[in-house]
């Protein structure tokens, strides 16, 4: 009988962790949280904002460090005229990245989508707002397929040029006002 045989490892750098954790077993999550987080954070922890940032590009936050945020708390400048409902904004503080940028859960007002994940900063070029994906459940698994980096943020550097053209794509569809 023949051995199995092993998989190699595929080539490139080794893959990153990615930014939470999976619980032992599922946890209660009390009331108050959108169903989907609810259901994430039942059976997953994230890495915290205190997690390092050359581990995780991407720092998941614990259930304890979930808050709200509000749309005038991330108003930058500029003409308010370009996003409607920016001061009846509110979402949930999910994550934060390396750059300083916050990773928004949108749960009411503005021009967004109920679920959708936005990225806020000054270093969110070139914008202070971007669109990440359209819900929790595909942000994560976009993240997972590029090894847990943030590229819409990072940038598409040394992606092979046919994800560079998904991505870019990706991104237009979602921020259509946005340069890419």
């Known amino acids: 009988m023949t051995p199995p045989r092993r998989r190699r490892p595929p080539p490139g750098p080794p893959p990153n962790p990615p930014p939470f954790t999976v619980l032992a077993k599922p946890r209660f999550v009390a009331p108050g949280l959108p169903s989907d987080l609810a ?8 890495v915290g904002r205190g997690a390092s940032c050359e581990k995780n590009q991407v720092r998941l936050h614990t259930l304890a460090e979930l808050t709200p945020a509000v749309g005038a708390e991330f108003w930058v400048e ?8 920016w001061q009846e904004f509110r979402a949930i503080r999910v994550a934060y990245g390396n750059f300083g940028e916050a990773f928004l859960y949108v749960t009411g007002g503005g021009d967004f989508r109920f679920g959708s994940i936005l990225a806020v900063g000054k270093n969110v070029v070139p914008d202070v707002v971007r669109v990440m994906a359209l819900n929790h459940a595909d942000w994560l698994a976009r993240l997972r397929r590029d090894n847990w980096l943030e590229l819409g943020i990072s940038g598409l550097g040394d992606q092979p040029p046919m994800k560079v053209a998904l991505l870019r794509r990706y991104f237009r569809l979602l921020n259509p006002r946005q340069e890419w």
Request: charged fraction near 30%; glycine fraction near 18%; aromatic fraction near 18%.
């Open 78 to 85: 500029g003409d308010e005229s370009e996003f409607p409902g």
């Open 39 to 46: 259901a994430f954070y039942a059976r997953h922890e994230g």
